[in-house]
């Protein structure tokens, strides 16, 4: 096990952050954002504080999953094809971290994160209204392979923003409600960050208590926003979705370019 020592303050500060990132990324995705930097700040070196964020993030993203699995708002039969893919996107992400460097990463997630928000504010129907699943076909297959592969590989190699990623997404390709919409994002989440951070784990890079320590403020976090989207539906998730892309996309662009 890694042992760092950290200050009270500091673990208080984690704590907290680890709280609002639950609420976010259960609502909209993009929790990692807050979780991540946090770390690193910290003091915590690049590859552990994305294992350590893993393991906090999977509490998380298991408790949203599961509110919406209750609410009957995850088909997990339906989306079998996304979670096979997700998962052999996330380990082959997760494995070719060690080969990326730092600052092509900084260099590279500020761009993607821009275009997200650019999507978000620029389609007025990004989240449609009605409750039923797309049709299955052959087509269908191909998108969840690809989208569960692409966005699974950039969970495994980052993180950060992967469920806003995976909201946006879902609105493009499926146009189903927006419940069911998160249910999806939220679910995939969880599969990506379970499998991401058993590779991690092999590969030493999890500091264990502060990731579990961090993990039951995210899961508390995740039961009041899962409960909150169920709750106000699109009048909550909307608003935050387009806040957290924008702060994300301008938060990056000041880290990486300033």
Not at 36 to 52: I, N, R
Not at 139 to 163: E, M, N, S
Not at 208 to 220: K, N, Q, R, S, Y
């Amino acid at each position: 096990m890694i042992e760092i020592a950290l200050e009270p303050t500091t673990w208080l500060v984690l704590c907290s952050a680890a709280l609002a990132a639950g609420f976010i990324d259960a609502v909209a995705g993009g929790g990692g954002m807050l979780t991540v930097p946090a770390l690193l700040t910290a003091g915590l070196p690049p590859h552990l504080a994305l294992g350590t964020n893993k393991l906090a993030a999977s509490f998380g993203s298991f408790t949203a999953s599961f509110t919406y699995y209750k609410k009957k708002l995850f088909n997990p039969r339906f989306w079998l094809v996304s979670a096979c893919a997700t998962a052999l996107g996330a380990i082959l992400g997760t494995l070719v971290v060690d080969f990326l460097t730092q600052d092509f990463l900084n260099l590279l997630i500020p761009i993607v994160i821009i275009c997200v928000a650019v999507y978000s504010l620029l389609n007025k129907n990004q989240f449609a209204e009605n409750m039923q699943l797309p049709e299955p076909s052959s087509q269908l297959k191909v998108k969840q392979t690809w989208q569960g592969l692409t966005i699974g590989f950039y969970d495994g190699v980052a993180g950060p923003g992967a469920g806003t990623f995976w909201t946006a997404s879902n609105s493009f390709l499926y146009k189903m409600g927006i419940l069911l919409n998160c249910g999806l994002a939220r679910s995939m989440n969880f599969i990506s960050n379970v499998v991401s951070l058993a590779t991690f784990v092999v590969l030493g890079h999890v500091h264990f208590m502060l990731g579990l320590t961090m993990g039951a403020f995210i899961m508390l976090g995740a039961w009041i926003g899962a409960h909150s989207a169920i709750k106000f539906g699109s009048k909550l998730i909307k608003p935050v979705f387009n806040t957290v892309v924008i702060v994300l996309a301008i938060k990056l662009i000041f880290d990486v370019y300033a």
